[in-house]
């Protein structure tokens, strides 16, 4: 006889989308959906799709991305990976390969009407949302130029933080735009330290 409680919905949930098989035919490196989510997590980030080094590992931003983006947040990687507290929920939960000009390719269409809304509406302590990059820019807040988007990030709150994607190609972006590390980082620590309720 099996004395287990029975798995929460959220985790029932969980076990769906990894075994999730609906863009299989995309995917040149084969599904493997890449996400963290917890029923008590307060801070939620949001971006585009998992890359090779986390399809490999299958740990989110466990590539340089990651390394930025962590940088950007002040933030070790036990805080980082603490899904009690952070959920990392991509627009596409798979790898969904590269474009002809060397870069990844968009997420699959299918993977955010199918899971986001139901994952999301078991999550309802999310206090903050980080926006990452222009897919989940988008998706969220409509059409728009990332860089203004970003540099109005006090029009998406208290709800969302809209950032720039942490790849290296954004080097040279915060070169041209000082005002990113003068100012929306020092707001995004401050927002994010209120969310996970970590301020003095």
Known sequence: MDDAPPASPLARLAAE???CRVCAAHLP????PVFRASPTARLMIVSQAP????HETGLSFNDPSGDRLRGWL???RATFYDEARIAIVPMGFCYPGRLPNGGDAPPRPECAPLWRDRLLAL????RLTLLVGTYALTHVLG???MTARVRDFRAHLPRYFALPHPSWRTTAWERRN???GQEVLPALHREVAIALGDQS
Do not use: K
Request: charged share 20%.
């Open 17 to 19: 989308i990894r075994a």
């Open 29 to 32: 490196l084969g599904p493997r």
């Open 51 to 54: 890359g090779t080094a986390v």
């Open 74 to 76: 002040q933030m070790d």
């Open 123 to 126: 999550m309802p302590e999310i």
């Open 143 to 145: 059409r728009g130029a």
């Open 178 to 180: 000082p005002w990113f």
